[in-house]
Every structure is written in C-alpha cells, then in structure tokens.
C-alpha cells in the first residue's frame, strides 16, 4: 500500500487512509506500515452535542438561504453565479474577509465573494488576510488536503493542512501575538477536517512569517492575500468535511517530493496551490528541519515576504 496516497471513509469509528489516488508511488510500500494510520473517533467529538448543533444549523441556514440566493445572484446581474454549490454560495456571501494594506494593517472589510473576484484584485481592492496551517504528527509527517471540486477557487488542487481567511469579527481581529489568525485557524481545521478543538489548542500554533502574494485562479477567480504561516505539530483526530474536502494524507519529506515532481511533469492532472508551491519552494524543507530538531522558535520572524 502506498504511504502518501490515502483516501478517507465515513465508518462508525474510525477513518482509514488509504492507497487510491492515481499519482501513487509505487517506491514508497517498504515503508508502509510505518505511516498507514487508523484515526480512532474521540467519543466525546463522534457525534457530539457540537457536531449536531452544526449540522441543524448548516441545514437551517442552507434553506433560509435557497430562499434568497437567486434574487442575490440576478441583483448582481451575474447568471453563471447560479450554479454555484448552495455551501460555498453561501460562505461566499456570509463570511467578511479583513482587508489589509501591505504592512498588514487593517483598513476594512468585505465578503468572500468581493475579495476573490480578479477584477476587484486587479484594481488593488482585495487585499486580505489568509493563514496556511502546516500540521505534523508525530512521525513529523506534514498532512495535506486536496480542495473539494465545489471550492470557487482551485477546486481540487492538492495544498497544505488548511488553508482560510480570518474573519471580520472581534475574536479573529485581535492583532497581540497573531491571536486572531490563530483562533480562526482552530475554527477552520474543525469546520474542514474535524478536528476537534482541543487536538489544536491555539497556543500551540506556532506563527513562523507572512507572506504576500496574488495568484489567479482562472478568468474570475482569484487570491490575493497576506497569508499568516502556522506550524503545528500535534497528533490529531480527522474527520473531513466533504464540501471542503476531498481527499487527505500524510507525506515525509521525500513523498513531497515526489508529489512535486509529479505536479511539475503534469501526472494525472495533478495540481498544487499556488501559495503552497510558494512556501514548499522559499521556507517548508528549512523550517520542516527545524520541525524534527524542536526548535521551530529560531525559525520565526513574522517578516512580510513578497513572493510571485
């Protein structure tokens, strides 16, 4: 069985990563039975009272949202909108991104939707702040996502653990020591990948620089963002939401590359985000070295690195 491909499955207790993806490595079996894991269901998150409460909520909101997504759409006067997925429409909407300067300093705020359309970006509109958590187990294996197929933008593309924005609301606006970031990164590995909170505890992100940069993601979509870099190391329950995700796994160091390798050579239609490839290329094997030695902290200087 391959090591870095892996594929997830709703079972009553536990979630099994397993070889299925077209770009495995044939290279990678001797080591197997070292990094194939079997995540076991915490009893106090599988199900929980929370778990339900979003649930209800989710369907709640989706409905009262069905109601008025279609006259929000043709007011935008914007018709190929309509075959948006109703969660992402949704999000798109609701959520309020922080809009920053280049010296990261808040100067408003928008919706999802707003910041992500190229032409607003393009007009120097859409600045806002994102985060990228890298999360290691304890093996110092890193875990990835493949973004789900009903994302806006770079549907599909395999990134870092998580990747999101902030948003416009007092508990992730608070600047001392990148509280905010943190606090939204906690929220976002729960609603994308399950992970309970308390598997993530804020204080033990680790914010290590930021990182502006603008990427298109085809003629409408885009980023533009002053992303926040988190390193965590944490063994962690997983339970992936599959409006955001669609696949997860586990790499070493020399399974990236070869995921690299095999994104560069165009195997399979395999593609990585653009601001992930930008911090495997500037920052992830130094710091990924300074993850196994524990000494992270050397690593940190919380600089604005302009990266193209």
Not at 84 to 103: G, H, K, S, T
Not at 217 to 243: A, C, M, Q, T
């Amino acid at each position: 069985m391959s090591v870095w491909t892996r594929r997830f499955l709703y079972i009553p207790t536990t979630i099994r990563l397993s070889a299925s993806l077209p770009f495995s490595s044939s290279s990678s079996s001797s080591s197997s039975s070292s990094s194939s894991s079997s995540f076991p269901r915490n009893s106090r998150f599988f199900p929980s009272a929370s778990l339900i409460f979003r649930s209800t909520r989710s369907a709640i909101l989706q409905r009262a949202f069905s109601s008025s997504a279609a006259g929000a759409t043709t007011a935008m006067g914007d018709a190929p909108d309509a075959g948006m997925d109703a969660v992402q429409r949704r999000l798109m909407f609701e959520d309020e991104c922080i809009l920053v300067n280049e010296d990261d300093k808040v100067v408003g705020h928008d919706s999802k939707y707003n910041c992500h359309l190229w032409e607003n970006i393009e007009k120097g509109n859409a600045l806002h702040r994102a985060f990228s958590v890298f999360l290691f187990n304890s093996k110092y294996e890193l875990l990835l996502q493949q973004r789900s197929a009903t994302k806006v933008t770079f549907p599909l593309v395999w990134t870092n653990t998580c990747c999101s924005h902030p948003l416009h609301r007092e508990s992730e606006l608070v600047d001392e020591e990148s509280l905010g970031v943190r606090n939204a990164a906690q929220r976002k590995l729960l609603d994308e990948l399950g992970i309970p909170a308390e598997d993530v505890p804020v204080d033990q992100f680790m914010p290590l620089g930021r990182m502006l940069y603008k990427a298109p993601s085809d003629g409408k979509w885009g980023e533009h963002e002053l992303d926040y870099l988190l390193f965590i190391v944490r063994d962690v329950n997983v339970n992936p939401n599959p409006d955001e995700v669609a696949e997860i796994k586990y790499v070493n160091r020399e399974e990236l590359r070869e995921l690299l390798r095999k994104a560069d050579a165009g195997e399979g239609g395999l593609k990585l985000s653009p601001w992930f490839r930008l911090v495997v290329d500037n920052f992830l094997f130094k710091w990924w070295d300074q993850v196994e030695k524990g000494t992270l902290k050397d690593a940190a200087d919380m600089k604005i690195h302009k990266l193209e």
